[in-house]
């Protein structure tokens, strides 16, 4: 009975780490859509745009301290306060602020976002299986991402850019019912054997993630928008955008076939799904053609970020680099929007351009290190 209970405690800890990811996620999943809402209520361009940035900024700022003190700090304590942040910041922003300090609530609200993830992280991939755990995790927050930017433009005509924000302040509450479930495990011992490799291949591989994140955030944050300026109506950019979001989910799965059709493969299909889409947008498409291409895009992105960790944690499983990359993931997704604000007012090919030549570093960089180290086929664990 006691070990039944044992592993019902911990499967509770796990989706409620799965939850907590999904709370924490809650507004760069659905940004394109967000961004959208906000410039169709008045807001300046500009100010969105940076808004964006500083919300991921302080994911990223957040998720390199958590790593820090989270060991030293009780975890239910933690993910409490950080949640009440989240909540606080966004009913703040409700009131729809202009300038310094619609960017400050932003800010502060990916302050709570990135403590709550990096958590949630840690807590799913306590898991038993933790392959398994994570593969269940992309399928919840694409899930979520799809539903909320669907339901964007119908919850933006009935409740106001305002609304939305209340309604990710009660998502952020609602994540205090899980504080009972939060379990801080105990250090588990990690293989810390190197894997091989050239010496400079951890740099290569570590460049490679942070070019890669960093055109995605370039684009991510406008993906709507420029669906919009085409003439394309904001449903069905909204439809569009939906699909891709289911679209990423089998993009995500396809990484784990790494060890059967090579790693450098994977990565030069994962870039062409990624560049040509982008590529194609500089055109005029109808919606139809703009939905089958973000479709593409999202499932060739959801391919290559687990794709990139998985290389990387063949170097080091003791985890250093994957915490690394894991960091750049997010400052390379928080630098992006402000690096494609300024070229607004260029239109949307300037962006389109540098997103794409950002992706073929990526894969450059990648490239390099895989054949230099020799990993085509690694064992991960």
């Not at 495990?185 to 591989?205: H, M, N, S």
């Not at 990359?325 to 494609?340: K, N, R, T, W």
């Not at 300037?350 to 894969?363: D, E, G, Y």
């Amino acid at each position: 009975m006691g070990e039944h209970l044992k592993q019902a405690t911990g499967m509770g800890a796990v989706i409620a780490g799965m939850a907590l990811v999904v709370i924490g996620m809650q507004v760069f999943i659905i940004q394109p859509g967000l961004v959208s809402v906000l410039i169709a209520s008045g807001m300046d361009e500009s100010v969105v745009g940076y808004a964006a940035s500083a919300e991921i900024f302080g994911i990223a700022l957040a998720t390199i301290a958590a790593a820090s003190i989270g060991g030293r700090l009780r975890w239910s304590w933690l993910a409490g306060a950080a949640l009440m942040v989240m909540a606080a910041a966004n009913l703040a922003s409700a009131v729809a602020p202009s300038g310094e300090v619609f960017l400050l609530l932003r800010l502060l609200a990916g302050l709570g976002a990135g403590i709550v993830i990096s958590l949630g992280y840690a807590m799913v991939g306590a898991a038993p299986d933790p392959d398994r755990a994570f593969g269940h995790l992309i399928v919840a927050v694409l899930v979520y991402g799809a539903l909320g930017i669907f339901g964007m433009p119908q919850a933006a005509a009935s409740l106001g850019a305002g609304g939305i924000f209340g309604l990710l302040a009660l998502m952020a509450a609602a994540g205090l019912a899980l504080l009972p479930l939060i379990a801080q495990p105990a250090p588990a011992e990690r293989d810390l054997r190197p894997q091989g490799g050239p010496g400079a291949g951890p740099y290569l591989l570590l460049g490679a993630v942070f070019l890669f994140f960093l055109g995605q955030g370039v684009v991510w944050a406008f993906l709507s928008l420029i669906g919009e300026r085409m003439g394309i109506a904001p449903q069905s950019v909204a439809n569009g955008l939906t699909i891709a979001q289911l679209a990423g989910i089998p993009g995500a799965f396809a990484a784990s076939l790494g060890h059967r059709i090579g790693h450098r493969r994977l990565i030069v299909i994962g870039t062409i799904g990624c560049v040509v889409p982008l590529a194609a947008m500089t055109m005029r498409l109808d919606a139809v053609g703009y939905g089958i291409g973000i479709s593409i895009f999202n499932a060739a992105a959801n391919l290559m970020t687990p794709l990139l960790v998985a290389i990387v944690a063949g170097i080091d499983r003791g985890g250093s680099l994957v915490q690394r990359a894991a960091a750049l993931q997010m400052l390379g997704l928080a630098v992006g929007p402000a690096l494609s604000t300024p070229l607004i007012a260029q239109g949307f090919g300037p962006i389109l351009a540098l997103s794409i030549l950002l992706f073929l570093l990526c894969c450059l960089l990648a490239m390099l290190d895989l054949r230099g180290a020799g990993r085509e086929q690694p064992q991960i664990n």
